[in-house]
């Protein structure tokens, strides 16, 4: 739990995602969709994931200098290892994906990319550094610097990277010597309904928990909390920036009561912020829409470009994401 409890899932969630990613401009909304060997190469048991469409972002240098601020620690070293390996990712990668999933006690994260590779030029400047690979089955395992990191390249479109012990896991998936994300019904039927949008990603039962405890702060010792952490199921959201930037996240509740119940806490979050708030925050805060539906807590979030740009400088923003 330790690594992906670090991974400081914070905000009216719609501020972090849109974080990341915000800077995107007025580009035409493209889909994050992992493809079926993607999927298999994540191991089943997943806390949550995060998929980007990263030739999206690449082409926005505010987007870049977003992520570099609020990317946790974790993820920030298997990207920066990906980078610095010489391959060619800017270029050639148009998916990225991070995976958080349980490993015994613990958690652990491994990254997937997905575009067109230069696999066979790739392997030959390893080899030109005399870097050599370990075998994992069939399936050629590269170190990546001194990072500890390493990838594998399980096809012409789709490698996974991470520690030697995530990726192993991850191979093992892949070669169904352990369950994968493909069996994970609840996840992959969650999927369908987000992986249209150009970022999103998908929370299981404790990592949704989490999540909540981290947005909703001091209010989440009131007994009412208590009450609806223990009938939270699932979460998602999704991110949108092709004409401003638009947020929606959906928290899956055991019962419709208790969506009500989750809804009010949260509205009333939103009206404490708003009180102790700069006008910039007020305004922001009165662009986040909280509600209930069909037994789920619903937020949604948009603005213009130019609201969203004034909104990072504002304290409100530093606290979510410190």
């Known amino acids: 739990?330790?690594?992906?409890?670090?991974?400081?899932?914070?905000?009216?969630?719609?501020?972090?995602?849109?974080?990341?990613?915000?800077?995107?401009?007025?580009?035409?909304?493209?889909?994050?969709?992992?493809?079926?060997?993607?999927?298999?190469?994540?191991?089943?048991?997943?806390?949550?994931?995060?998929?980007?469409?990263?030739?999206?972002?690449?082409?926005?240098q505010a987007a870049m200098q977003l992520k570099d601020r609020v990317l946790p620690p974790e993820l920030k070293r298997l990207e920066m290892a990906l980078r610095t390996s010489g391959l060619k990712v800017d270029q050639d990668c148009?998916?990225?994906?991070?995976?958080?999933?349980?490993?015994?006690?613990?958690?652990?994260?491994?990254?997937?990319?997905?575009?067109?590779?230069?696999?066979?030029?790739?392997?030959?400047?390893?080899?030109?550094?005399?870097?050599?690979?370990?075998?994992?089955?069939?399936?050629?395992?590269?170190?990546?610097?001194?990072a500890g990191m390493s990838v594998a390249f399980l096809n012409q479109t789709t490698m996974v990277f991470g520690d030697k012990e995530a990726l192993k896991e991850a191979l093992d998936a892949r070669d169904g010597l352990a369950p994968n994300f493909l069996q994970n019904g609840e996840m992959m039927n969650d999927m369908a309904m987000v992986d249209s949008r150009p970022v999103w990603s998908l929370l299981d039962q404790r990592g949704t928990q989490t999540m909540m405890m981290s947005v909703l702060g001091d209010a989440s010792q009131l007994a009412d909390f208590g009450t609806v952490k223990n009938r939270m199921r699932s979460a998602r959201y999704t991110l949108d920036f092709g004409n401003g930037v638009k947020f929606n996240m959906t928290v899956v509740m055991s019962d419709t009561t208790t969506a009500a119940l989750a809804a009010t806490v949260m509205k009333g979050v939103v009206m404490m912020k708003k009180s102790g708030g700069s006008p910039l925050e007020k305004s922001a805060l009165d662009e986040t829409k909280v509600d209930s539906s069909s037994g789920a807590l619903t937020v949604d979030y948009s603005s213009s470009e130019n609201q969203f740009a004034d909104l990072l400088t504002s304290p409100l923003f530093q606290q979510v994401v410190r």
């Open 1 to 60: 739990m330790k690594i992906w409890n670090n991974l400081r899932l914070k905000s009216a969630v719609a501020v972090l995602a849109a974080v990341a990613l915000a800077g995107f401009g007025t580009k035409a909304a493209e889909a994050a969709q992992l493809s079926s060997d993607a999927r298999a190469s994540i191991p089943k048991d997943v806390q949550q994931i995060i998929v980007v469409d990263y030739r999206a972002m690449q082409s926005s």
């Open 94 to 146: 148009e998916t990225l994906a991070f995976a958080a999933f349980r490993a015994g006690s613990g958690t652990r994260v491994i990254g997937v990319a997905q575009g067109q590779f230069q696999n066979q030029a790739i392997m030959a400047n390893f080899a030109k550094q005399k870097i050599k690979p370990q075998m994992i089955r069939n399936t050629q395992v590269w170190p990546m610097g001194s």
